[in-house]
């Protein structure tokens, strides 16, 4: 029999007014979100509300007045003040005694102009402010599974997982079916030291520990990352606080005002200096904006003292069932405030009830000194640096246990043997492989992986139906040593196509784990089309075999790679290669030249050699390792890029010389309320005399009904070739910041996404056929008409607007081609359609 525990029934009390008047609000609704428990305030404005501990939100609700939802802690008993903000164009019920309402105006508002005052003074406030600074931090992130049913926990699938679950509290007398599952744990001490002039932090990590999954499976420190990511740093004074991935206006942001609705609504004489509750919502509830309290000190600093941020139920925001946000400051000795406490809790779902996931990040700052000059070594080298060695002089449970400022609790402590039971549990381990088989594509063969799944057929006009098989090895077999293979073959030109790489690493890691450094060689025989060049996606994916327009044109590659690579934890990355290669037309494509009669000469087969370079910053950059390519987690730096290859003549049977530069920067730019932008620019030169056209930039098409980020969709293939070009690629996302202030198109939460490509670039007399017959012809199509052609005097440029958002996952754009309409087959527009996950 389940042992039942029992804890003191917990009642929430307060009381419901009017921001504005502060005149109580009878009758008023207070009810538990996802449940039946409800109660109702009397004529005074008071209620008293018995708290369930499944559920962690109360909502107020008044006619004529914005519903407020708060979190609550059903685990002890509270006492609040509730201030209702009146609806804008509402009519006024008749009600006796109903409290007067005046309209909202910054305009001589003192809630208004206290808000400014702590703008006013915010640089001073905050810890940058310090010439010097230094403090330990300890950090704490714990995820779970949250409010799971009995039913569901007795399921014949878990019946040998009992062990994970934990029964919720019960109030006294009564029991409880609900139940929770911590599922991961992370835990990071670190000496922080900070400077003025110039601004720079270092941050030195004595010790930290998780819960780690089967590397085979999971990417660990990829997974940190992004939790770290979705539970970051909340630093009040920033304008924009960035919470799971989407950036939030700070209330004390410069353009706050213009955003939040302020509302004085206490005053704390119990503290020195005293203490003002600054109320704040905002003006609009589906924008990325809080709801809650600042309480600011009154001693002619205007500093925060203590904040508590919620999100308002109807924002534009996925997936997200609850964000609660506390931060307290403690006065240092010179009377200024720093952060003491941070409390972020996040409650992810798919719906408004059910089981969700439920995590939480503690920091904490002790031993807060100023004024401690450090000598610039201190700063020197990377901002982040650990101070021990993985795996060998980690940190024991007792150091835990005496550095920890609170203690874990029982079921934290669990989370760390739990996860470690589970990986040797045959049953979990097939769970695992499943999974990994649904969202990577690979399954799992001792040594070996099959995969990936979606590849294993496709069509094309060239090969017909196309079926593939391959994979590759796993660390049980080599944690140096790693092979990959596939075999293909086209029922139409009933030819073999294969691949074979080995890549052994020279830092004694994996491959995949950065930093990556090592050495493959690879050999192949495919089909390609030219200039197509996809993103996160494989070629054979089947659902790339459906494409618009003609697409016969390709190429049979045989291909020999060695290459070198070498990453640094600065993440500098450069890359060295050497490549051998045969290219032969496949389908309508054909090389042909003019002789000197002007007779049309075909060569069946090109052949090079080349050389490559490949340099790549990207500081600060993190990412989640899958099994096959590495999703960004972005951030606001660059990443800056440069490629050279170099063509050689008489080496390994290579036909031409050329020097092909490219040099490229990646940014994305954040606009607070408006979005943000992502925005590529590169350019490219190839130098060099008599270059055919395989080997000149044939830039990137898509003839696919997917919309592709870096490929112009509304381009075909082959249809633009250059020597020299420049071009710009420009994603911006509003993040529903029109759609939001449209009535009930707002209740979809519908995001808009506007996009610009636009490349100019040029081919000089010697490698373009209208006036050489040393280069290949361009293609002409079944009526003699040229469907390849270098830049005019304008660029190729193609706009789009979309919506994005759609039932959460889809992404759906209008692309419209603005010129070089009168080129054969060129589409004016088009609809395309991309998955997008986001928050």
Do not use: C
Request: charged share 25%; glycine share 6%.
């Amino acid at each position: 029999m389940a042992q039942i525990t029992f804890a003191q029934t917990v009642y929430l009390k307060g009381k419901v007014m009017d921001v504005t008047t502060k005149q109580p609000i009878g009758y008023a609704t207070v009810a538990l979100i996802g449940s039946t428990i409800a109660t109702s305030t009397d004529d005074n404005g008071s209620f008293t509300l018995k708290l369930d501990p499944r559920y962690s939100k109360v909502r107020f609700s008044y006619l004529g007045y914005e519903s407020q939802d708060v979190s609550v802690n059903a685990e002890q008993a509270q006492s609040m003040n509730i201030y209702l903000v009146p609806e804008d164009n509402t009519i006024e019920t008749i009600v006796v005694k109903a409290p007067k309402r005046a309209k909202y105006s910054n305009k001589n508002n003192p809630a208004v102009e206290l808000i400014r005052k702590v703008i006013e003074h915010k640089q001073e406030n905050r810890v940058e402010a310090y010439d010097y600074a230094e403090f330990q931090q300890y950090e704490k992130v714990s995820l779970g599974l949250s409010n799971i049913s009995e039913k569901f926990k007795n399921k014949k699938a878990f019946k040998n997982y009992q062990f994970l679950f934990e029964k919720d509290d019960a109030d006294e007398g009564e029991t409880t079916n609900s139940y929770s599952l911590p599922a991961y744990i992370e835990e990071r001490l670190s000496q922080i030291y900070s400077r003025k002039k110039p601004n720079t932090t270092k941050q030195l990590i004595l010790a930290e520990q998780r819960a780690q999954f089967d590397p085979k499976f999971i990417d660990n420190n990829g997974l940190s990352a992004y939790f770290n990511k979705l539970y970051q740093d909340i630093d009040i004074y920033d304008s924009n606080i960035e919470l799971v991935t989407n950036q939030f206006l700070s209330p004390i942001a410069g353009s706050s005002p213009t955003f939040y609705r302020f509302y004085i609504t206490d005053t704390i004489k119990t503290e020195k200096p005293y203490l003002v509750e600054l109320s704040f919502f905002p003006r609009n509830k589906a924008d990325l904006l809080f709801q809650g309290k600042l309480y600011i000190t009154l001693d002619g600093k205007y500093a925060v003292k203590k904040a508590e941020l919620s999100v308002a139920n109807d924002i534009n925001l996925n997936f997200v069932r609850d964000l609660d946000v506390k931060l307290d400051f403690a006065k240092d000795p010179n009377n200024r405030y720093y952060l003491k406490t941070s409390s972020l809790g996040l409650d992810f779902s798919l719906t408004e009830k059910g089981t969700g996931i439920k995590g939480n990040r503690t920091v904490t700052f002790d031993d807060f000194k100023t004024g401690i000059v450090r000598p610039d070594s201190t700063f020197a080298g990377p901002a982040v640096v650990k101070m021990y060695t993985e795996g060998k002089d980690a940190p024991t449970e007792d150091y835990w246990s005496n550095k920890r400022p609170i203690p874990l609790a029982t079921r934290e402590l669990n989370i760390y043997k739990n996860i470690d039971s589970l990986q040797l549990m045959t049953s979990f381990q097939r769970f695992m492989d499943i999974s990994a088989l649904v969202l990577s594509g690979y399954k799992q063969l001792g040594p070996f992986e099959l995969g990936p799944v979606n590849t294993f057929y496709s069509f094309n006009p060239v090969e017909g139906f196309r079926l593939r098989v391959g994979g590759r090895t796993t660390d049980r077999l080599s944690k140096r040593f790693y092979a990959e293979s596939y075999v293909a073959y086209g029922f139409k030109d009933e030819k073999w196509k294969y691949f074979l790489s080995g890549t052994y690493a020279l830092n004694n890691k994996s491959v995949y784990t950065f930093p990556q450094h090592y050495i493959r060689g690879s050999i192949m025989r495919d089909t390609k089309i030219p200039g197509q060049n996809l993103e996160f996606v494989q070629e054979d994916n089947f659902l790339l075999s459906f494409k618009r327009g003609e697409n016969e044109r390709y190429l049979y590659n045989d291909v020999y790679r060695i290459e070198y690579k070498r990453e640094f934890t600065n993440n500098f990355s450069y890359t060295l290669g050497a490549t051998k290669t045969k290219q032969q037309p496949a389908g309508i494509l054909t090389y042909q030249m003019l002789d000197e009669n002007g007779n049309n000469k075909l060569f069946n087969e090109l052949k090079t050699t080349e050389f490559t370079l490949g340099l790549r910053y990207a500081p600060h950059e993190e990412f989640y390792q899958g099994k096959l390519y590495r999703t960004p987690i972005y951030n606001k730096y660059p990443i800056l890029y440069m490629n050279y290859v170099a063509g050689v003549k008489g080496v390994l049977g290579g036909q031409y010389d050329y020097h092909n530069f490219t040099l490229g920067v990646d940014k994305r730019f954040y606009f607070s309320q408006l979005g943000f932008a992502d925005v590529n620019v590169e350019g490219n030169y190839i130098a060099g005399n008599n270059i055919p056209f395989p080997f000149l930039n044939i830039h990137r098409a898509n003839q696919t009904y997917a919309y592709q980020l870096r490929s112009y969709n509304l381009m075909n293939f082959l249809e633009f070739v250059s020597d020299h070009s420049v071009s710009t690629n420009i994603q911006y996302y509003m993040n529903g910041f029109i759609l939001n202030k449209i009535p009930l198109v707002k209740k979809l939460k519908l995001r808009e996404v506007f996009s610009l490509k636009a490349i100019y670039g040029g081919l000089r007399r010697e490698n373009d056929p209208k006036y050489t017959d040393n280069v290949f012809q361009f293609q002409e199509n079944e009526d003699h008409e040229k469907i390849t052609y270098g830049f005019g005097n304008k660029p190729y440029v193609e706009a789009s607007f979309g919506l994005t958002n759609i039932f959460k996952i889809l992404r759906v754009d209008y692309v419209r081609r603005l010129n070089y309409l009168d080129q054969p087959d060129a589409p004016k527009h088009g609809i395309r359609a991309r998955v997008r996950f986001d928050f």
